[in-house]
C-alpha cells in the first residue's frame, strides 16, 4: 500500500523559508491526487496545497498562495513544499496525503473533494517564532 513520510520541518523566525519533503512509496500515485495540510495546535486541519491527480493543476488555499510553492518529481514519488516569508500563524504539524486508498484506488478529484484523502503520512513540525 502507499506510505508517506514528510521531513524537513524546524524552527524558523518570522520571514525565513523551510522546504518539506514527502517521499512516497508504493503504488504509482501518477493519477492521484497529493496535497499538503496542516493542523495548528488548538485548530482543525486545513488544506494548504495539492496536485490534482485529474487535471495536474496545483491549488492553494489562499492565505499561502503567494508564498509557498508546491511540486513534485515525476510520479510524484516525491512531492515538496517550499515556503517562503513564514508568519507565526503557519506553526502547525504539516502533512502529505494521498487519495489513494490503502488498497490502491484512487479518482484522482481529492484536490476538489478533500474527504476522499485516504492515506496519511506522520506528520513534520514546523514552528515559527521570535
Known amino acids: 500500500q502507499v506510505q508517506l513520510v514528510e521531513s524537513g520541518g524546524g524552527s524558523v523566525q518570522p520571514g525565513g523559508s523551510l522546504k518539506l519533503s514527502c517521499a512516497t512509496s508504493?503504488?504509482?500515485?501518477?493519477?492521484?491526487?497529493v496535497g499538503w495540510f496542516r493542523q495548528a495546535p488548538g485548530k482543525e486541519r486545513e488544506g494548504v496545497s495539492c496536485i490534482s491527480g485529474t487535471d495536474g493543476n496545483i491549488l492553494y488555499e489562499a492565505s499561502v498562495k503567494d508564498r509557498f510553492t508546491t511540486w513534485s518529481d515525476n510520479g510524484k514519488s516525491t512531492v515538496y513544499l517550499e515556503m517562503r516569508d513564514l508568519k507565526i500563524e503557519d506553526t502547525a504539524v504539516y502533512y502529505c496525503?494521498?487519495?489513494?486508498?490503502?488498497?490502491?484506488?484512487?479518482?484522482?478529484?481529492?484536490?476538489?473533494?478533500?474527504?476522499?484523502?485516504?492515506?496519511w503520512g506522520q506528520g513534520t513540525h514546523v514552528t515559527v517564532s521570535t
Open positions: 508504493g503504488p504509482s500515485l501518477d493519477r492521484a491526487s
Open positions: 496525503a494521498t487519495d489513494m486508498t490503502p488498497l490502491g484506488h484512487t479518482s484522482g478529484f481529492g484536490c476538489y473533494d478533500q474527504s476522499l484523502f485516504a492515506s
